[in-house]
């Protein structure tokens, strides 16, 4: 069984950074940050597996990266907007590789808010 717990959210105005952690207690084989706001699905934003994936609307603003000493992965918030804000997650396959649906991730963290005000 892997846990998944994420750290880092909070406010913050537009233009600024936030940098989201999610430490593992178990192995993936990768590891997506999706994000969902009120009343809309949820979103991929970015997947870690050798080779990081990013969501459109990400692309250029936020980063991914793993440090294996501390089974921790980071997502790195840059040039951050209103429309970011929602709950984020992360999430740990079983298999290699980036998948963007929901339902290819096993295990889940309870999610940490991100608010950015204009």
């Known amino acids: 069984q892997v846990q998944l717990v994420e750290s880092g959210g909070g406010l913050v105005q537009a233009g600024g950074s936030l940098r989201l952690s999610c430490v593992a207690s178990?192995?993936?084989?990768?590891i997506g940050w999706f994000r969902q706001a009120p009343g809309k699905e949820r979103d991929f934003v970015a997947c870690?597996?050798?080779?990081?994936a990013y969501g459109d609307s990400v692309k250029g603003r936020f980063t991914i990266s793993r440090d294996n000493a501390k089974n921790t992965v980071y997502l790195q918030m840059n040039s951050l907007k209103p429309e970011d804000t929602a709950v984020y997650y992360c999430?740990?396959?079983?298999?290699?590789?980036?998948?963007?649906?929901?339902?290819?991730?096993?295990?889940w963290g309870q999610g940490t808010q991100v608010t950015v005000s204009s």
């Open positions: 178990g192995r993936t084989y990768a």
């Open positions: 999430a740990g396959r079983l298999y290699s590789g980036c998948r963007s649906r929901p339902y290819e991730y096993s295990y």
């Open positions: 870690l597996s050798g080779s990081p």
